[in-house]
């Protein structure tokens, strides 16, 4: 059905004629087909979508085989077709479903699809302590995915004759009392559906959903956290979830994630707001920007800031207005651990500064070397930067030579991180502080060579004279 899903076009009454299992199959292969942009016979599609969601849940037919080879009942025919119709009602570059078929379906999404049974299924089920969480759970049962494709059908046109009737249907399924959050996972998910398309109505029900700065529930903290997690920092989002993000940053370690990612949440809150400082929409009076550096935990704020620095390393390119806004936050964050030393584990993060190409070198490395000197950690990172700091030495000697002890000194010799030091950074690191015009710097370098040696590198004072030779080069350093 995936690669051929006409195989079966012009063939009626299928449901009288398969068992559960196999129409199940067509179903699902007809989402793949539609996945991968190929045509479908609409008329076939909404006819035995029909057909399976108005059978009643038990078979004519007898089981077969063991416990997974056959299908015992509808139930999960039931799912595959809700989970077709999420695919068909999505917003589409590729295939174009004509309108009187694109209204069928919108039907049997609103009023055939709906099914107390799906809700008393995934009601009745008892988390466990390594159960999936809400996120995951709203991929997994029939009742989050019709919410999730009633969301799709929703806010795929403003005008859509169907549309009162899909937020109708929404309302209804977001007032039950869903223990487990799996309908508020899906809800946090399509937020930006709703900003983009139905902002009125987001507005009118945000307080209700999402919280506000006094306070969040249990199932306002999973669309929180699920709505973060799950888009990437919008300027109209962020005013929108300033007063529950307030919220969020004093609930603290305790907030529940709609998506267990490894990220703490509170950490992807901070993420936003350090988004919303470099790109010039927020300043440090901002309500959520003065919440999360004063009341969030150093260790989260260092974690948020890692992040954005990371994502510069990983970025082809960054506005310098972006990057310099940054550069002062960073600033600003080493004068407060400066301050407040007992908040050092803020400054972590910064490796990743040294580590990408954003900032030219006479910026980064004193404040490597001062990150440092606040925060030993850093030096614990198992991330390899001895190629980076062989170019910097190229340019300020005496700075790359401090840096370079300082990590050595804070890392197990034993480790990657060690070694990618002193085969690719010691070398050329000592060379430049040799020539550099300095007799005491040369001096320190010198002796170090030899500390070096002593401890076992008895290959160093070989490779060092290579690189004052010209023999080696950085062009020779491996990436």
């Not at 010799?413 to 050329?428: F, I, K, Q, Y």
Request: hydrophobic share 45%; proline share 4%; aromatic share 8%.
């Amino acid at each position: 059905m995936t690669t051929n899903p006409h195989a079966i076009a012009g063939v009626t009454d299928l449901i009288e004629q398969l068992r559960p299992t196999y129409l199940r199959a067509i179903l699902r292969g007809w989402e793949a087909a539609l996945k991968a942009d190929i045509e479908l016979d609409w008329p076939q599609v909404a006819a035995l979508i029909r057909d399976v969601l108005a059978h009643k849940d038990e078979s004519p037919f007898p089981v077969e085989g063991g416990t997974m080879d056959d299908d015992k009942d509808f139930r999960w025919a039931k799912s595959a077709a809700v989970g077709l119709m999420e695919e068909l009602v999505k917003k589409r570059d590729g295939v174009t479903i004509p309108d009187h078929s694109m209204a069928q379906f919108a039907k049997l999404l609103i009023e055939d699809a709906e099914d107390e049974e799906a809700w008393a299924e995934y009601d009745a089920y008892e988390v466990g302590e390594n159960s999936w969480d809400p996120l995951t759970m709203s991929l997994n049962w029939q009742w989050p995915n019709r919410l999730r494709a009633l969301i799709y059908l929703a806010t795929r046109a403003e005008q859509a004759p169907w549309k009162p009737g899909a937020m109708a249907a929404i309302e209804r399924e977001l007032a039950r009392d869903d223990r487990h959050g799996a309908g508020r996972a899906v809800l946090g998910g399509g937020m930006s559906r709703f900003l983009v398309d139905s902002p009125e109505w987001l507005k009118g029900h945000l307080e209700e959903f999402f919280g506000s700065e006094h306070g969040l529930s249990f199932q306002q903290q999973i669309v929180l956290t699920t709505a973060l997690a799950m888009h990437y920092y919008h300027r109209d989002l962020f005013d929108l979830l300033s007063g529950p993000m307030i919220a969020a940053i004093d609930v603290g370690d305790a907030l529940v994630r709609g998506w267990s990612s490894e990220s703490n949440p509170v950490q992807r809150v901070g993420e936003w707001v350090v988004n919303a400082l470099i790109c010039g929409h927020k300043t440090a009076d901002d309500p959520v920007v003065k919440s999360f550096f004063t009341t969030a935990d150093a260790k989260i704020r260092g974690e948020a800031l890692g992040a954005i620095a990371w994502s510069f390393f990983r970025a082809s390119h960054v506005d310098d207005e972006i990057r310099d806004r940054f550069g002062d936050l960073w600033d600003e964050r080493f004068q407060h651990v400066k301050d407040y030393p007992e908040d050092h584990e803020e400054l972590m993060g910064f490796y990743w500064i040294a580590k990408g190409d954003k900032f030219p070198v006479q910026w980064w490395l004193p404040r490597l070397r001062k990150a440092l000197e606040l925060e030993p950690a850093i030096a614990t990172e198992r991330y390899m930067i001895g190629k980076e700091l062989a170019q910097a030495s190229t340019v300020d000697p005496a700075t790359a030579f401090a840096v370079l002890k300082l990590l050595l000194d804070g890392r197990d010799e034993g480790g990657m991180a060690s070694h990618d030091l002193t085969r690719n950074a010691v070398p050329v690191v000592i060379a430049n502080a040799m020539t550099a015009g300095d007799t005491a710097l040369k001096s320190a370098a010198e002796a170090y060579m030899n500390d070096l040696g002593a401890k076992g590198n008895l290959q160093l004072e070989a490779e060092v004279k290579a690189v004052l030779d010209g023999a080696v080069t950085i062009a020779d350093i491996d990436d």
